[in-house]
């Protein structure tokens, strides 16, 4: 491994105290570990581009509804306050129109659709990934650990997770228990943490034969002592780099489940946008403005959580960065 | 172990998770909230079809006779029926089914073919602007969401340039004939160039990014550069040495790769309304239609699971360090 | 038959450019084995892919020449540099079981070279068989795979594979590092018997000063890049004239004083991408002088009477009387002699 990634290794064999002592210090090597791989990062253009796409999105998830010109279902009226204004055209195609990106057929206000839809895509795509990584890593570190029959039963567990399709389950899933977006996290969650749990274990597998790592155990370190405090760190990269592929995967699947009609009608989401888009036939209509922008944001969002992961990946295997 | 020996012990395999599926489909849809009866009575029978029903499925009877009856009826081939048309799921599947098959392989092969070589040639020339933009294209095709990329697919190509149909397997008043009759007609390939190149364009994104990441371990091996010293030029050691060896591994992913295609699919086929069992699915789960749900579900995860069971059997084939 | 003049071979780094082998002159003739002994990192394995033009992407022959036979290697273009590869030239690497492409058999990899260089050749695979049977292993088993062989059999199968073409020169790089002691004795004897059978001259490439002095008939001492010292075998294990080389011998138990101590040099050689101005041992040196820090030796006969004898060292007259007496002692190492 690089410098990057101090190992972080026990230098004071003999400690007794497992309590705050630990935990501080291991924080500070944490803190340091992030601002090391970060200087690094953001070396990469390409990071940069993505994180800066993805931060734009954050704060728009947060102070969108503030400055979003109207709320996403509310319907609106032409300017003579009978007609509901629908199918209306952008306001850079049409000087009558007062609506940037048109509205619906319903009369709704795209542009403020798409801002608020912000907020359920980001919140999806981070908790799931949170959520999916959480279980993975956790699942990893156990089965990698004891291994045996723990091990063994885990890891019959995730072939048999990795025996179903994801969208298929997300979308029966999501029928059975009722379409919400917390249920679409679930759903995710549910066959998602295979992935990470896979990778994981297997790191623990040869980190568990490290010197540091015996050395810990001879001198008498608990189990959890030394899941918490030696391998946790050097598997936390990995997790990491899962987070920010799950991101994108959450975003997508959620979009796809909305899409298909399964979303939260209550809330609206760039995925219920095209959902309803098609629904109205927009394509047959032209209202390009209706079905592109959603799209687009789908994919920027998605996009930039790949190649932050891209990004990271390659200094996750420094010899990948020699030339 | 010979290799027919372990062929057969993962034949068991197969067979013992295809097992563990079906069971945990019977519980998944029994012990949801909800009546659990709704999933096997169809609202529409009459009060004397229920009892009969009831009595048939046992549903007032315990749990574990309910699942000996339910495995029995499975093994006679018998995977329920259609709370909509009452037609046997058996029979809704084989009809689906084909024009799914059709479709996925159609798009694998594409993709594969077009996604291994852009990765040998980007694993091969790294740091290159060709590698760069093979990298980017790649990764968009996992970021457009597949509804979304057939969406515009339709929009340019079907409603703009007019170019190809827009829905379907086949046009208006052209339908009902079987899929082995249609598909030597220009017509069904005409209705097949957008599904599959939007597919395609999904699918390429994960074969190509593997076989590039294999590339790239492959090339710093002291064998690579034995074959420099050897005279062999840099075309043959790309394609007879790196390639060759880069394979392997992208085999194994491959197999985990479909699992995502499945994914693609049902979306795909809904959006062109392609007569598959990935829009059926759809249809069934918002019609409430369990059996047909349930049955298709099924055949999903078995697909998954027996091309698992392939690429296993295959990449023995292709790596001779492989002792069974 | 090969001429090395004053070869500069630079790598470019995240560090800046490397200068691994610099202004480096050495010849090897008809029928003869030269040993290029020095530690790790010292350059010699870079010479060695210089010759073949096999330098990895980032590597470049920045001056110099590499004459084989007359003709300027280096200046040749690749297409034509890779006629001369396996056929003129071979090389046997230092792991055989990294070096051999595991999804092939034995046989398709030695007839691969066959085929490029000789493409008329209507019994590629008698080749082989008579190569195997040169290296002792049996024919037969040239259809198996790299991992089906044993450490030392794969070691056999790659000099086998080496002298398919009958090559005139070949460059054995590190052939027995990563062999047991009792492989290597074998594959050494091997190797010497093959020699009396075949015609080709070795360059054999080693830390192992044992390995030199068994089947060399001479040898160039390498350090940081540079040649420090030139000659026979005899001259260079008799008495040797550069510091580093009277250091590096003290590294290797002797088998007439076994209860002697192995002295190792203190210190790190230096950092090749901002080498020092003047001798490049300098900081390690017992006998260093402020001449030494700031002029850079250059290589030259020791005295008229041993004319083929070099050695890149200010004060090479002193170390009869200076150095060698004292070179065993460790205090030499890490206190110094003069000053």
């Not at chain 1, 996403?72 to 000087?95: C, H, K, T």
């Not at chain 3, 006969?301 to 050695?311: M, P, R, T």
Request: charged residues 15%; proline residues 5%.
């Amino acid at each position: 491994m690089s410098s990057i990634f101090q190992e972080l290794e026990d230098d004071s064999p003999g400690e007794q105290d497992v309590g705050s002592e630990v935990r501080r210090s291991s924080w500070r090597r944490y803190a340091s570990m992030g601002r090391d791989q970060l200087r690094v990062l953001s070396q990469d253009t390409l990071f940069n581009v993505a994180a800066t796409i993805l931060l734009f999105f954050t704060t728009l998830a947060v102070v969108g509804p503030l400055i979003a010109p109207h709320r996403p279902q509310e319907r609106l009226y032409q300017e003579n306050g009978v007609l509901i204004d629908q199918w209306a055209e952008p306001a850079f195609m049409s000087s009558e129109s007062t609506h940037l990106l048109g509205t619906t057929a319903q009369g709704y206000d795209i542009f403020s659709q798409l801002i608020y839809a912000t907020r359920p895509a980001l919140i999806v795509g981070f908790l799931a990934a949170v959520l999916t990584v959480s279980v993975g890593t956790s699942v990893g570190l156990i089965a990698g650990y004891y291994g045996g029959t723990v091990d063994q039963i885990l890891m019959r567990i995730v072939d048999f997770a990795y025996g179903l399709p994801l969208l298929p389950t997300v979308i029966v899933f999501v029928a059975i228990i009722g379409p919400s977006f917390e249920n679409i996290v679930l759903g995710i969650v549910l066959l998602q943490w295979r992935g990470s749990a896979r990778v994981i274990r297997s790191q623990v597998l040869s980190l568990r034969e490290r010197p540091f790592v015996k050395a810990a155990k001879i001198t008498g370190a608990s189990d959890l002592r030394i899941i918490v405090r030696h391998i946790a760190p050097n598997v936390l990269s990995l997790s990491f780099l899962y987070a920010s592929f799950a991101i994108g995967w959450a975003i997508l699947t959620e979009a796809g489940v909305s899409f298909l009609g399964l979303g939260d009608p209550n809330r609206v989401s760039w995925g219920t946008m095209l959902q309803s888009a098609r629904a109205y036939s927009a394509v047959a209509e032209g209202a390009w403005w209706w079905f592109i922008p959603p799209g687009i944001c789908i994919s920027l969002v998605v996009l930039s959580g790949f190649l932050i992961g891209r990004a990271y990946e390659e200094i996750v295997q420094p010899e990948l960065r020699m030339n | 172990m010979s290799k027919l020996s372990y062929a057969v012990k993962r034949l068991a395999e197969f067979v013992v998770t295809v097992w563990a599926l079906v069971t945990a489909i019977f519980f998944a849809f029994r012990v949801m909230p909800g009546d659990p009866t709704a999933y096997i009575l169809s609202p529409y029978l009459d009060a004397e079809a229920r009892q009969q029903i009831i009595e048939n499925y046992g549903v007032n009877e315990p749990l574990h006779i309910q699942y000996v009856k339910f495995i029995q009826s499975i093994l006679n081939g018998n995977l329920g029926y259609s709370f909509h048309s009452n037609e046997p799921v058996t029979e809704v599947i084989l009809t689906y089914l084909p024009n799914s098959l059709v479709l996925m392989l159609t798009a694998t092969l594409v993709a594969y073919s077009i996604g291994i070589m852009l990765g040998v040639y980007a694993g091969w020339n790294r740091d290159s602007t060709g590698e760069k933009s093979v990298i980017f294209v790649a990764l968009t095709g996992r970021s457009f969401p597949a509804f979304w990329t057939a969406i515009l697919a339709i929009w340019v190509f079907g409603a703009y340039l007019g170019w190809f149909p827009m829905t379907g397997m086949s046009s208006i008043g052209g339908g009902g004939e079987s899929l082995s009759e249609q598909i030597l007609t220009l017509e069904f390939w005409r209705h097949m160039v957008l599904p599959v190149l939007v597919l395609a364009f999904y699918y390429m994104g994960y074969p190509l990014l593997i076989m590039r990441s294999s590339m790239l371990d492959v090339v710093g091996e002291e064998y690579i550069n034995l074959c420099r010293a050897k005279g062999v030029s840099e075309r043959a050691i790309m394609f007879k040495h790196a390639a060759r060896n880069a394979m392997l591994p992208t085999i194994t992913a491959t197999a985990i790769a479909i699992g995502f295609a499945a994914g693609g699919n049902v979306l795909v086929e809904t959006v062109f309304g392609w007569p598959g069992i990935g829009r059926e699915l759809v249809d069934a789960v918002l019609r409430r239609d369990y059996p047909v749900a349930q049955g298709i579900f099924f055949v999903f995860s078995a697909i998954v699971v027996f091309m698992n069971l392939v690429a296993d059997l295959v990449y023995g084939w292709f790596d001779p360090r492989v002792t069974y | 038959m090969l001429q090395v003049n004053d070869l500069n071979v630079n790598y470019e780094s995240n560090e800046g450019t490397v200068r691994a082998v610099d202004g480096v002159t050495i010849e090897l003739n008809e029928g003869e084995n030269l040993g290029i002994v020095g530690e790790s990192g010292c350059g010699k394995s870079t010479l060695a892919k210089a010759i073949l033009g096999v330098l990895p992407s980032n590597g470049y022959v920045d001056a110099g020449s590499i004459e084989f036979r007359g003709t300027d290697l280096a200046s040749l273009p690749s297409s034509e540099q890779r006629e001369y590869r396996w056929e003129e030239i071979s090389m046997i690497p230092q792991s055989a079981m990294n070096a051999l492409d595991p999804v092939y058999t034995i046989r398709e990899q030695i007839i691969e070279a066959v085929d490029i260089h000789r493409p008329d050749e209507s019994t590629p695979g008698e080749i082989v068989d008579e190569m195997f049977r040169l290296v002792g292993l049996d024919p037969n088993r040239a259809d198996q795979y790299p991992h089906q062989f044993s450490g030392g059999m794969r070691q056999r199968a790659m000099i086998a594979m080496s002298l398919a073409l009958d090559p005139a020169l070949i460059l054995a790089d590190e052939p027995t590092t990563a062999l047991d002691v009792i492989m290597q004795d074998q594959i050494l004897k091997r190797i010497s018997s093959i020699q009396d059978d075949i015609d080709s001259s070795m360059l054999i490439i080693t830390h192992d000063v044992a390995v030199v002095a068994e089947t060399c008939d001479r040898v160039a001492v390498m350090y940081a890049g540079e040649i420090v010292e030139q000659g026979t075998v005899d001259q260079i294990f008799g008495k040797a004239y550069h510091p580093y080389t009277l250091g590096l011998q003290n590294a290797f138990p002797n088998v007439t004083e076994p209860d002697q101590d192995l002295i190792s040099i203190p210190g790190y050689p230096p950092n090749l991408a901002d080498p020092p101005t003047g001798c490049r041992f300098a900081d390690r040196c017992p006998m260093a002088t402020e001449e030494c820090e700031q002029e850079s030796p250059s290589l030259e006969q020791i005295d008229a009477v041993n004319g083929d004898h070099l050695s890149a060292c200010h004060h090479s007259d002193r170390i009869d009387t200076e150095l060698r007496p004292k070179a065993e002692q460790a205090e030499t190492w890490s206190g110094g002699v003069t000053q």
